[in-house]
């Protein structure tokens, strides 16, 4: 079976995600990505046409909350663990989106 | 931009609409929602999305998307489910955005839209709920990110309740997408569901476009028309992005699918983001939080307690009051201005009532700074007056003074012409003695009148207003003039 991830795909989600990758990851995650997915093929060919999509294991469903206001943080808490502050908000560095 | 010809093309225009919910808490946590207060005082490690938090979704948010979902005729959905949107963005705390991706709680709906030249159907193909981004803040540079000095965000507005609202493209014209954002507006804010203010962002517009020749049936390729925060740039917007697609397909171009940026100033169309990047957002289902499988006795309840929504309110006040459809759409919100209006039109002609309600009584009540239901004019007052104008008593000019002296004191319409001597003079003789009397003082305009220059008439109907305080009937007054010059 060819890779299913190949190096230009290890490269492009690694951008999405704002990972810089050292000299040689690049080709580690490729195998370690790829072994995820065959792994995926694997479970993808048994017969699961009565297993209905499963997105969490507890058997929960509505939990909410009444929507009622709840004390926030003082300006001073909210932003102490800022790096910087522009007027009252996260300084945010220059940036190409 | 140059005129287009569209009798070769047809435009097909969908929109999606974010509105943010009247909820008085954030969507994930108990954070309370502001607008224009100090920026970071309203944030918690939740919003903050500090390490190890945990979102708790609000009720009231999901009550509003329900009420939301029936009143635009969907189905609401028996399981949903939120998912992650991952992107970066300074304005995102979290680096993904807590959405709904394939299980939207409402689906599948359809409004029919009123207008002035009739009703049309637009599908809704689905009504999401998610979180608001935080606001991001440019210093320097004009406000705009490019050329900013430095930026910071706000993170207030972070995680606000919003319902994105998404249309078919069921909509062929740029009047056509104002209509059905007019109306959907309308439904919202009858609905409480949110206050839809554009110029405040608690409602912003997108729109898909696409055109195709006219006549096929298949779909031309479509851009994304993003944040136009006013009906007339959503329309305007469309227009200018019509535009260019037909120029394109003429000239024997592709349109690119892309997302763009219309400027108001400008009248242009920019395009917004590299298109490798967009729509890479990995959706996933959130693991924080569980399902949402609404009671099926609680969405009957919500069903139940729907009011009648403007749609519908229009539609019966143009059939059985035969107001016009514009009145109807000015009369229709806030709902103390529709029992205002309705109590009023139950007691005299429902046109006369639309008249003075909607033009000369909001008129007045705006340079006070009141509405109708708030000020002293009670319906049964505005009614009365109407009457007097009904049977004589009144001249219009001499009713907005009556109405002005009600606004003041609060005294009905009738004791107030009793009061101040206002009512109209019924005493033929004193009216006769008045024309005579102008003709007589001008001799000139009265021979030219003689001579058949009709236009004249008005002159004497003027000065017999002002000679009489404004308590002559013009109506009677023209016709003395005219017998006492030999025209009639």
């Known amino acids: 079976m060819p890779p299913v991830i190949d190096d230009a795909t290890v490269r492009h989600v690694a951008r999405l995600a704002r990972l810089h990758l050292e000299p040689g990851e690049a080709r580690t995650m490729e195998a370690e990505l790829s072994g995820i997915l065959e792994h995926v093929d694997v479970i993808q060919s048994l017969d699961l046409d009565d297993v209905p999509p499963t997105t969490h294991v507890l058997a929960l469903e509505n939990v909410m909350r009444d929507d009622v206001p709840r004390p926030s943080l003082s300006v001073e808490e909210a932003l102490r663990e800022a790096p910087e502050v522009v007027e009252g908000r996260f300084a945010v560095v220059k940036f190409e989106p | ?488």
């Open chain 2, 1 to 488: 931009m140059s005129a287009v010809d569209l009798s070769r093309w047809e435009p097909v225009i969908g929109l999606e609409i974010h509105v943010q919910l009247l909820t008085r808490t954030k969507m994930f946590c108990g954070c309370a929602l502001s607008f224009g207060d100090a920026p970071n005082s309203h944030t918690c490690p939740v919003c903050l999305a500090h390490p190890g938090v945990l979102p708790v979704l609000n009720r009231e948010a999901v009550r509003l998307a329900i009420v939301t979902g029936l009143a635009l005729g969907c189905e609401i959905a028996p399981h949903s489910q939120f998912h992650r949107k991952n992107y970066f963005y300074p304005d995102l705390s979290k680096a993904y955005q807590i959405s709904q991706y394939d299980e939207p709680i409402c689906v599948g709906g359809h409004v029919s839209v009123l207008t002035p030249d009739g009703e049309f159907e637009v599908g809704i193909t689905r009504a999401h709920l998610e979180e608001d981004a935080a606001k991001l803040v440019h210093v320097g540079g004009g406000g705009r990110r490019a050329g900013a000095e430095s930026s910071g965000v706000d993170f207030n507005r972070g995680g606000t309740p919003l319902l994105e609202i998404v249309s078919e493209p069921d909509i062929r014209t740029s009047a056509q997408a104002g209509a059905f954002l007019r109306q959907l507006r309308s439904t919202l804010r009858r609905l409480g569901v949110s206050d839809c203010n554009m110029d405040e962002g608690s409602m912003r517009a997108d729109a898909n476009v696409s055109v195709r020749p006219a006549g096929s049936t298949e779909l031309g390729t479509k851009t994304e028309l993003k944040n136009m925060n006013s009906f007339r740039f959503l329309e305007r917007g469309v227009d200018a992005e019509i535009a260019r697609q037909v120029a394109i397909l003429e000239a024997g171009g592709a349109v690119t699918q892309e997302t763009l940026h219309y400027d108001p100033d400008l009248n242009e169309i920019h395009s917004l983001r590299s298109k490798e990047e967009a729509h890479d957002y990995r959706y996933f289902p959130e693991p924080d939080l569980v399902p949402v499988v609404p009671d099926r006795s609680w969405i009957e309840e919500l069903r139940a307690g729907l009011p009648e929504l403007p749609v519908d309110l229009r539609r019966r006040w143009v059939r059985d009051l035969g107001i016009s459809f514009e009145d109807a759409e000015v009369l229709s919100e806030p709902r103390e201005l529709v029992a205002y209006f309705e109590d009023v039109a139950g007691r005299v002609d429902a046109k006369a009532a639309a008249n003075w309600v909607r033009g000369e009584l909001r008129a007045q009540l705006r340079e006070l700074g009141q509405e109708p239901w708030e000020s002293r004019v009670t319906p049964a007052h505005l009614a009365e007056l109407i009457g007097l104008i009904d049977d004589r008593t009144l001249s219009v000019p001499l009713a907005k003074e009556v109405l002005a002296e009600v606004i003041a004191s609060g005294a009905a319409p009738a004791a107030v012409v009793e009061e101040k001597g206002l009512g109209q003079i019924s005493d033929e003789g004193a009216l006769v003695e008045i024309v005579e009397r102008l003709l007589a003082e001008n001799p000139d305009q009265a021979a030219q009148l003689r001579e058949g220059k009709d236009k004249l008439v008005g002159f004497f109907v003027g000065q017999a207003m002002k000679a009489s305080g404004g308590r002559a009937d013009p109506a009677r007054v023209g016709a003395l003039v005219r017998e006492k010059s030999g025209l009639s």
